[in-house]
């Protein structure tokens, strides 16, 4: 975008609200670097495809993981007024100070910082669904003064921006301006929104005693309820309609206040003249967007009576069908938000008012001190329930309020599920998945790891790196076109061009598999189509149930290993995953460590542990003839061990039996060789359980040997796994420094232009930006540099033709350029001016040519 | 008006003094109203409460405030207006306020026009937290102190609830000194008198008194505010009555009683002013005691002191505490391998005595020291990548290291570490660290 100005600031354009996901996408399709188009959009619709599985897969997980913590906290905040009362009626003691309590949840969220944002939206979300519509999210950067966290504050509560959907911005709730909000408005409009319900609820308890009235009632409402659904049929002639409440577009956001009044009278008094029921119906139409308590209510409250009398449920279906057709302009979501609001539960008329602060740590101290004292003044008014989010730990919000504010909130902690759990779940159900056909190898996803556990602690870091080496795989892979669902995979082989099919043909891993087949099949696989189409595809199924039993074998090793002191392949499933994926198992260090110490394992210890793996290999079985071979084996001996007691006592006593013979000799000499002798015989002799436990290990050694090979021996493997760290790396692990290095002392990598290239990196060319040459003559300074000698090899090197004779006029040019690249060396951090001798600066780096 | 008085003086225990000398300055029905009236006294002495006993009884037409609110002066004048003229913001007015008010010549102009729309009443302004009002505009104090004078002949009077002195608030220019009424701390007999007041009707007065007293013997040197002993008395009484219910003792055997109870209070000793855990928590946290009591240390372990950091960042934190506790001169010592032995002196020994630096408490550290602490105390090579800087930032907005001046690079920001000993050691266990050798106070 552009603009007409002159100026240099910086202007903000509104986004277009075009369809930008179309856009976006086209965009991406661009930068697909793959010469024929057809197994470009091959790739990358599977690419689309295999991003929304595990978007999907993600998005369960995300409300799973938290589920019990929110359960906790809803419920927390659904009863948090109720205990207040009853507390306070229990114990008889009338108390102002336990009122004045707030009750706050503190959630305690870990230091992840970017997935707090999924945590809070989900929470809002499940607080807007089943307890309260009044919630303001208060976010610290928006809360640097009082009067700014204030009228976020209250102007959310009042529902006046909406907090789902930014995009579009309607208006719900009265229409204040902004210098008029504050608490006093608060409280009377809560007041309001109270009054209604709890009328509502009286009127509904009254309706059985005045029958009479509310049919009488009913008629008028009918008239009233169709008349604007006529209308409904010509929205604009609706807005046109010559009923005074349409006016401006201003009041009739403001109307469903007014409207609020209305229906109630209508019910009590049904000789009300039909017009103002009319009104009562057409304004909330009006504001219709909105999904506000007050105005859905005002609507069942008309609607009610036909409930009851149950006269004609079209009609009552009818007003919020309309509602749904003339709020077409919204957003579908919207909609569905509306409907759902309108069949809320109402029998709590007090619903909490939930302040959320996001991130308390870093609010400013005294804003969050009168925040607090302001709402636990108005606490018996307005019932608030705080939501703090804690990144480290509850102590540190005590430690910020002082003791007169912390005693006015009534703390309650909730631990969030760590990010290492989260990310244990992701990497089970989308790693380790069998649906999605991406998978992941050993280096990028150690990568992947490592970012995650010594930088962030960050699950969404995590997914967006694994969504990079998706896009990376299905981008710069050629023969990513045949990683699709397991499903499709036939139909796709079948449609596979020839030219497609040399690229499969060219894989080194297709390639050492022919090279191994014998030669007759080598010739048919090479020349004949449909012989090579049935091979890739029984290959890649192959390879699909390879890595389903991979994955289990992973768990097994993982159940195995993971109890042994110390854990040598380590404590959690992703730590053997990532050395199974990389390396042969049974050759790595790590395993032959763990084995002997399982050697040595006692019975009771290693009985659960053979219970365990056969419990994850049941789940299995069916899938994998190996697995289940595997499985009826590890049964047997799990009996066999089980059965093994009367044995080990008969074992045990032949040997004290020997130990008493032994002991017999009295000379100390002697008895110290015999019991060497007898240790030596134990070891020859291994009793029944050592043997058995020799035999279980040596079975599962010989299915790790078997099975878990790494990725890059199967054949194909480049289909469906991506295994290139490095070009993620430089994508994800930004190096600030490096580049800098890399810019200055060889431009060329970043300009890529004819002049800059160099054949030896330190070389000095005069073609080279004037800050590189700085750079580089600086690097063969000491600690302090002359700067009038660095001026001079400047010159020399820039223009070397110059007679260096005529050194005492500088061409003004020159040294201006020269000033140039030293300011900017020093802005880098290479040098600084130093005091310490006149016309040097000193040297911040070290090392050089 | 005496019996207004003595009323109150029996409603309201141990205020007798206050209450008389408020009544007689605002005086009855159509009596001038002083200028201003000051009260101040420590939280929970009953300000507020005799305060508006007293107008309510006198029939005073009454605006009370908390200065907490007023973010904006506009804020101020508005709600006071509002009150006075029984305005309230609805949906019917659009939640327009009585009028819109920007400055203190048109709060005078509207409070007169109240005055006599209303057949001038009688009428006064609460300001409960005043000593806020020093932060606000210069002028708003001494104006009104002066209320009565700039409305003429309005009966208005104005009192400040204040916790600070009247000494704290004297302006430069134009105050006008109000009437002073002190309300001192109320003495232990006296808490016992007030606490005794909410004594719940099942238990006789002597047994809830012993109860009081036990529970005043345990905080009283703790803490005095009369809120948060109402709390902790309401928080055990439970507990105290229940051998009662179980019928293990009667309530004369004080001395069961008090032994049944004593633990628990001394507990919840070390969490005074602390609402950790809300009531409900706190008798569950109980129940759990009882049930397993050596869960119960584990529970509040992990209530508290967990936190999980990334692996860099736990060194960093390291590496920024010791930044911040040893003096720049002796990193050579610390972390060169081949720094030359050195002799003390007596003159370092001293110096090193005068100077605790875990006593001082942290210093600033610029940037670049912090880093290089880091990477000579991590043992693996570490390369220097966006993702170490960004953790910095995470633990400034954690407010485990506070960045001082400078919000980008090249004002070199400082930084200082502002977490504890015990937390750094913590933190340094769990990465098997040995942060005490490298502390100047300790190696």
Redesign the interface.
């Known amino acids: 975008m552009a603009t007409v100005s002159v100026s240099k600031g910086v202007f903000s354009f509104k986004r277009s609200k075009a369809n930008k996901r179309k856009e976006a996408a086209s965009t991406t399709l661009d930068y697909w670097t793959e010469c024929d188009e057809d197994t470009r959009d091959r790739s990358y619709k599977n690419y689309v495809k295999c991003w929304q599985m595990v978007t999907n897969i993600l998005h369960d997980l995300q409300s799973s993981v938290h589920a019990k913590v929110f359960e906790d906290l809803v419920h927390f905040i659904k009863n948090a007024r109720k205990?207040c009362s009853i507390?306070a009626s229990e114990?008889?003691?009338?108390?102002m100070?336990?009122q004045n309590?707030i009750?706050t949840a503190c959630l305690?969220t870990?230091?992840n910082?970017p997935d707090h944002e999924a945590i809070f939206e989900s929470l809002v979300r499940l607080l807007a669904d089943g307890v309260t519509p009044h919630i303001a999210q208060l976010h610290s950067r928006d809360c640097n003064?009082?009067?700014s966290a204030?009228h976020k504050m209250i102007t959310q509560l009042m529902g006046q921006n909406d907090l789902v959907d930014l995009d579009d911005e309607v208006m719900i709730g009265?229409s204040?301006k902004r210098?008029?909000i504050?608490?006093?408005?608060l409280t009377?409009?809560y007041k309001?929104c109270t009054d209604v319900l709890t009328q509502e609820k009286n009127s509904s308890k009254l309706r059985g005693s005045t029958q009479k009235a509310t049919i009488l009632c009913n008629d008028e409402t009918c008239k009233a309820v169709t008349s604007p659904r006529k209308a409904v049929a010509s929205p604009r002639k609706a807005v046109a309609s010559p009923h005074k409440a349409v006016a401006s577009p201003r009041k009739a956001v403001?109307s469903p206040?007014?409207t609020?009044?209305s229906p109630r009278k209508a019910v009590a008094s049904p000789h009300k003249a039909v017009t103002s029921q009319f009104k009562a119906v057409a304004s909330p139409l009006k504001a219709m967007a909105s999904p506000h308590k007050a105005m859905s209510s005002s609507l069942m409250a008309i609607a009610s009576p036909h409930k009851t009398v149950g006269s004609s449920c079209k009609e009552m279906g009818s007003p919020s069908i309309a509602m749904k057709s003339f709020s077409n302009n919204g957003s579908p979501q919207k909609k569905i938000k509306l409907s759902k609001e309108t069949s809320l539960p109402t029998e709590d008329d007090h619903q909490p008012l939930v302040v959320i602060l996001e991130?308390v740590?870093?609010f400013p101290m005294n804003v969050l001190h009168?925040l607090i004292?302001?709402c636990s003044?108005h606490h018996c008014d307005l019932p608030f329930v705080f939501v703090f989010g804690v990144?480290?730990?509850?102590?540190?919000v005590?430690r910020?309020l002082s003791?007169?504010v912390?005693?006015c909130?009534?703390?309650?902690?909730f631990?969030a599920e760590?990010?290492?759990h989260f990310l244990n779940h992701v990497i089970e159900k989308v790693v380790m998945s069998d649906e999605v056909p991406f998978h992941i190898g050993g280096r990028p996803f150690k990568l992947l790891l490592d970012?995650?556990?010594?930088?962030?602690?960050s699950v969404k870091n995590f997914i967006k790196g694994l969504k990079l080496c998706m896009m990376q795989h299905f981008m710069n892979n050629s023969s990513a076109f045949l990683c699709c669902p397991a499903p499709e995979r036939a139909s796709v082989v079948r449609a596979m061009t020839p030219a497609q099919l040399d690229i499969i043909r060219k894989l080194p891993s297709f390639r050492s598999y022919v090279e191994s087949c014998p030669p007759k099949e080598q010739a048919a696989l090479l020349l004949e189509e449909k012989v090579c189409k049935a091979t890739i595809r029984r290959l890649l199924n192959k390879l699909d149930c390879w890595y389903d039993c991979f994955c289990c074998l992973v768990k097994v090793v993982h159940a195995l290993t993971s109890s042994l002191p110390q854990a040598p392949l380590g404590r959690q499933v992703r730590e053997v995953l990532t050395t199974c994926l990389s390396h042969e198992l049974v050759e790595t260090e790590e395993f032959k460590e763990a084995d002997k110490m399982l050697r040595l394992m006692a019975r009771e210890e290693l009985l659960p542990i053979v219970t365990n793996i056969i419990g994850i290999l049941i789940e299995w079985v069916e899938k994998d003839e190996n697995l289940l071979h595997l499985h009826d084996e590890l049964s047997l001996m799990l009996g066999r061990l089980n059965s093994l007691d009367q044995l080990d006592q008969v074992n045990d006593n032949s040997i004290t039996e020997e130990m008493q013979i032994s002991i017999q000799s009295s000379d100390r000499f002697h008895l110290k060789e015999k019991l060497l002798e007898i240790a030596k015989k134990k070891y020859k002799k291994p009793n029944a359980y050592e043997s058995l436990r020799s035999e279980v290990l040596q079975l599962l050694i010989n299915a790790f040997e078997q099975l878990l090979k790494p990725v890059n021996k199967q054949p194909l493997h480049e289909v469906l796994f991506f295994d290139s760290s490095s070009m993620v790396k430089r994508h994800l692990?930004?190096?600030?420094?490096?580049a800098l290095t890399t810019a200055l002392s060889n431009p060329h990598h970043y300009l890529q232009c004819e002049c800059c290239q160099l054949e030896d990196l330190s070389s000095v060319v005069p073609t080279l930006p004037d800050v590189s040459v700085a750079y580089k003559l600086h690097l063969e300074c000491g600690r302090l540099i002359n700067l009038y000698d660095w001026l001079q090899a400047f010159i020399s090197v820039t223009e070397p033709e110059e007679d260096t004779s005529s050194k005492r006029t500088i061409d003004q040019k020159l040294q201006a350029r020269f000033a140039q690249a030293v300011s900017e060396l020093q802005?880098l951090?290479f040098v600084k001016p130093t005091r310490r001798k006149t016309d040097h600066v000193a040297r911040l780096t070290w090392g050089g040519c | 008006m005496d019996k207004i008085v003595s009323d109150l003086v029996e409603n309201i225990p141990c205020r007798k003094a206050q209450i008389h000398l408020l009544a007689s300055l605002l005086g009855e029905d159509e009596c001038p109203l002083p200028n201003s009236i000051f009260l101040y006294g420590h939280s929970g002495t009953g300000k507020t409460l005799v305060t508006s006993a007293v107008l309510e009884k006198l029939g005073i037409l009454t605006s009370y405030v908390s200065c907490v609110e007023f973010y904006t002066t506009r804020v101020m004048y508005e709600t006071i207006l509002n009150h006075l003229s029984g305005t309230v913001p609805s949906s019917i007015n659009n939640y327009s306020s009585y009028a819109s008010c920007d400055n203190i010549g048109e709060f005078i102009k509207h409070l007169r026009n109240i005055a006599y729309s209303k057949g001038k009443p009688r009428m006064s302004i609460v300001l409960e937290q005043s000593e806020r009002l020093r932060d606000s505009d210069a002028n708003i104090l001494p104006v009104l102190c002066r209320l009565q004078e700039l409305t003429q002949d309005i009966n208005i009077i104005v009192i400040f609830l204040s916790s600070l002195p009247i000494e704290k608030f004297r302006a430069a220019t134009g105050f006008m000194e109000p009437v002073v009424i002190n309300f001192p701390q109320y003495t232990k007999d006296e808490l016992v008198d007030i606490l005794l007041k909410q004594r719940p009707s099942s238990h006789s007065v002597e047994f809830y008194k012993n109860y009081i007293k036990l529970v005043l013997s345990v905080f009283y040197l703790a803490t005095k505010g009369l809120p948060e002993l109402k709390h902790q008395v309401q928080l055990h009484f439970k507990a105290y009555c229940e051998p009662l219910e179980k019928g293990e003792a009667d309530e004369h055997d004080i001395r069961l009683l008090w032994r049944n109870i004593e633990p628990q209070l001394k507990k919840s000793m070390s969490s005074v002013y602390l609402r950790e855990v809300s009531s409900a928590q706190y008798e569950r946290m109980q129940q759990l005691t009882e049930t397993a009591p050596t869960d119960q240390s584990h529970f509040k372990s992990a209530l508290t002191n967990k936190m999980e950091l990334p692996y860099y960042t736990k060194f960093l934190l390291i590496a920024a505490y010791l930044a911040s506790y040893n003096p720049a001169r002796t990193d050579r010592r610390f972390f060169m391998k081949h720094h030359g032995k050195q002799r003390k002196t007596q003159a370092m020994i001293k110096a090193k005595e005068r100077s605790s630096s875990q006593l001082v408490g942290p210093k600033p550290f610029p940037l670049d020291r912090l880093l290089a602490i880091f990477y000579s105390i991590i043992d693996d090579k570490v390369t220097p990548t966006a993702n170490i800087f960004s953790q910095i930032s995470t633990l400034v907005t954690l407010r485990l290291v506070t960045q001082i001046g400078g919000n980008d690079q090249l004002d070199s920001p400082k930084y200082k570490c502002a977490v504890t000993l015990d937390f750094i050691r913590n933190v340094a266990r769990m990465v098997s660290f040995d942060v005490v050798r490298y502390l100047y106070d300790y190696a």
């Open positions: 205990n507390k114990n008889h003691i009338e108390s100070q336990g309590d009750p305690v870990g230091v910082m003064t009082l009067r204030m009265p204040i210098r008029q504050n608490m006093t408005v009377s409009w309001e403001a206040r007014k609020v009044a991130d740590e870093s009168d004292l302001i003044e990144a480290t730990t509850p102590a540190a005590h910020s003791q007169n912390s005693a909130i009534a703390m309650e902690t631990q760590p990010s290492t970012i995650f556990l010594y930088n962030d602690l692990v930004g190096m600030p420094r490096a802005f951090g």
